[in-house]
């Protein structure tokens, strides 16, 4: 059995999207939905998924690590609601099933995946965003999140392959999806440092404020080329360097 698992909130404009993608392939769809008030839940039922409810929360892994607890495929599929799986990934996740269900012995527990990433209409090939692998193919009991941060890589009881195709990844088609997933993020990393004793202060704000931003920049834009990709490329440089000047005021903010 192959099992595709997910943790949404209020997806609807992509979920259709990503289920369409893995809907002949996955024996079973596990999605867990966090408080969604749209229509997420209706769309999940349609494409006949396990839909578990529980809260909406702020590391989402949690929710994510929920969903591949209750996966009961041999190998287990993990994705995100904006990605979708491509020809090339599809046909090797069905190959790899197929050992899988033949007992033939396979020398991976799990695979690392290549994202092609869509920033501001445009798919990134530069600026560290390409390929953008991340763990998300694993026999099932290989592999868990460690939950403690949202770009955390799975923790893997075996050697790690990587898989032929790639995810397409709707991450930020427009400037408004960017900002409010930075909001959701920048928001995470202030509570984590004050959840780890950090204070406002002169070192941590001259890191936060002036050394972490240009280093960031100049290591995107310019160490991995981001220029490649023109203005997007430039705006993701600017923008992950400006990440770390609001987590430090959002510090400032919640140590008030």
Not at 44 to 50: L, P, S
Not at 146 to 163: C, I, S, Y
């Amino acid at each position: 059995m192959l099992s595709v698992v997910l943790a949404v909130h209020n997806e609807e404009k992509n979920l259709k999207m990503c289920l369409d993608s893995v809907k002949k392939i996955a024996d079973e769809i596990i999605v867990v939905d966090g408080e969604s008030t749209d229509n997420s839940v209706k769309i999940a039922k349609k494409y006949k998924a396990k839909v578990i409810s529980t809260a909406n929360k702020p590391n989402f892994h949690i929710n994510k690590q929920m969903a591949m607890d209750a996966a009961k495929g041999d190998l287990v599929l993990q994705l995100d609601a904006d990605e979708e799986v491509d020809e090339e990934l599809e046909k090797y996740i069905v190959a790899i099933h197929k050992n899988i269900l033949a007992k033939q012995p396979s020398d991976f527990s799990a695979w690392w995946i290549k994202r092609k990433n869509l920033f501001l209409g445009r798919f990134l090939t530069k600026g560290g965003q390409y390929p953008d692998a991340v763990i998300r193919l694993y026999v099932r009991g290989k592999a868990r999140l460690p939950q403690k941060d949202v770009h955390e890589q799975m923790l893997v009881d075996g050697v790690v392959g990587t898989a032929e195709g790639h995810l397409i990844h709707h991450s930020n088609p427009t400037f408004a999806d960017y900002m409010r997933k930075f909001n959701t993020y920048t928001s995470f990393s202030a509570q984590s440092l004050l959840s780890e004793g950090k204070r406002p202060g002169l070192g941590l704000a001259v890191n936060y404020l002036c050394i972490k931003p240009l280093v960031t920049f100049v290591k995107l834009y310019g160490r991995h080329r981001g220029y490649v990709d023109g203005v997007p490329g430039f705006v993701f440089a600017l923008m992950s360097g400006l990440h770390f000047p609001i987590v430090y005021i959002k510090l400032w903010e919640l140590s008030r």
